[in-house]
Nanobody
C-alpha cells in the first residue's frame, strides 16, 4: 500500500499565503505523477495542479499565476505554494499520486486524507 500524509492547511486572510506538503510512503517503485485537487462544500472535487516526475506541470485556470506546484523526487513529496489566496479558494485540498508498486510493478493511485484551507477575514 501507499500512504499519503498531507500538511500545511489552515486559516489565512484574503491575500495571504499557505504551503501544502504531501509525502508518499510505502512500497513504491516509482511515482509518475503527483497532484492536488480540492473540494468545496456542495461542489465536486476539482483539479488544482499536477506535476510529472520530469517536472511537467498542469494548472487549473483559476490558480494560474497564484499557485505553484513542485516536487522532491528523492523524498516522494509534492508541494503546493498558494499565494494571493481568495475566499473562493476555501476547500479541502487532497493530494493524489500515481505510480508503480515494488510488488510486480503493479500500478497504484492513492489519495491523501485531505487538509482544510480556509480563506477568511
Amino acid at each position: 500500500q501507499v500512504q499519503l500524509v498531507e500538511s500545511g492547511g489552515g486559516l489565512v486572510q484574503p491575500g495571504g499565503s499557505l504551503r501544502l506538503s504531501c509525502a508518499a510512503s510505502g512500497r513504491i517503485f516509482s511515482i509518475t505523477s503527483m497532484g492536488w485537487y480540492r473540494q468545496a462544500p456542495g461542489k465536486q472535487r476539482e483539479l488544482v495542479a499536477t506535476i510529472t516526475s520530469r517536472g511537467s506541470t498542469n494548472y487549473a485556470d483559476f490558480v494560474k499565476g497564484r499557485f505553484t506546484i513542485s516536487r522532491d523526487n528523492g523524498k516522494n513529496t509534492v508541494y503546493l505554494q498558494m499565494n494571493s489566496l481568495e475566499p473562493e479558494d476555501t476547500a479541502v485540498y487532497y493530494c493524489n499520486t500515481h505510480g508503480l508498486h515494488t510488488d510486480a510493478l503493479l500500478p497504484f493511485a492513492s489519495w491523501g486524507q485531505g487538509t482544510q484551507v480556509t480563506v477568511s477575514s
